[in-house]
């Protein structure tokens, strides 16, 4: 009678696990699949306000602390082409262009804002080795600014302060569309165009739907 009881117990126990992975399982879909309405929704152009500043207005100045422990401002770079590049620590795509964006210059100089403390912000630094300024903005400072809400997200910068671009940057061909100077968005109707999403002209393939990881609203 021990014996049944015992295995009664350790059958029961093992249905409990088993229930509790499923349920795991199926919070982490849900969790996965809100996150992408966010995307969808703060990459449409209903959500005004939220696809980003619009090409041809002047991109506003700032001053931030660096990985490094400088302070860095946008009119350092006054006279030059910079890439403005929206992060967030823990986005995963975030982490995978960086080796893209190392690869760049000196045409351009590239300029990451990310959302964090300082020291968040230095641990993701060097974790990624990025050979350019990571900057630390806390409170979506910077991102209220430039109306943007996603990440990667990139605005090219001209000579004379102008945004001449925008849109999301997943991969070499994102970022090689928003370096040409065009917008995203300005064929597919996905935000301003764009929002969020470029569609590389060399890879008209490639899908106008970002799939970063973090969309923060404020």
Not at 83 to 111: D, H, M, W, Y
Not at 138 to 153: C, D, G, L, R
Not at 196 to 207: L, N, W
Request: proline share 6%; net charge neutral.
């Amino acid at each position: 009678m021990s014996i049944f009881w015992l295995s009664s117990i350790v059958i029961l126990w093992a249905v409990v696990l088993f229930l509790g992975f499923l349920l795991l399982g199926a919070l982490r879909a849900l969790g996965l699949l809100a996150w992408r309405l966010e995307q969808l929704e703060a990459t449409t152009p209903k959500r005004l306000g939220r696809d980003g500043l619009k090409p041809g207005k002047q991109a506003p100045d700032f001053a931030l602390p660096s990985a490094d422990g400088k302070e860095v401002a946008l009119h350092d770079f006054a006279g030059r082409k910079v890439l403005l590049v929206f992060t967030q620590s823990g986005c995963s795509p975030c982490k995978t262009i960086v080796p893209e964006l190392n690869r760049l210059g000196p045409a351009e100089q590239v300029l990451v804002v990310n959302n964090g403390d300082l020291e968040g912000t230095r641990k993701w630094g060097a974790d990624v080795a990025a050979r350019f300024p990571v900057l630390a903005q806390e409170k979506f400072s910077i991102s209220k600014k430039y109306e943007v809400f996603a990440t990667p997200f990139a605005f090219l910068i001209d000579e004379k302060g102008v945004i001449a671009s925008k849109g999301i940057i997943n991969n070499r061909q994102h970022i090689r569309y928003v370096l040409s100077g065009k917008h995203v968005g300005e064929r597919d109707g996905h935000a301003d165009s764009e929002t969020d999403a470029p569609q590389s002209s060399e890879s008209k393939e490639s899908s106008p739907i970002p799939t970063s990881k973090e969309v923060i609203h404020v």
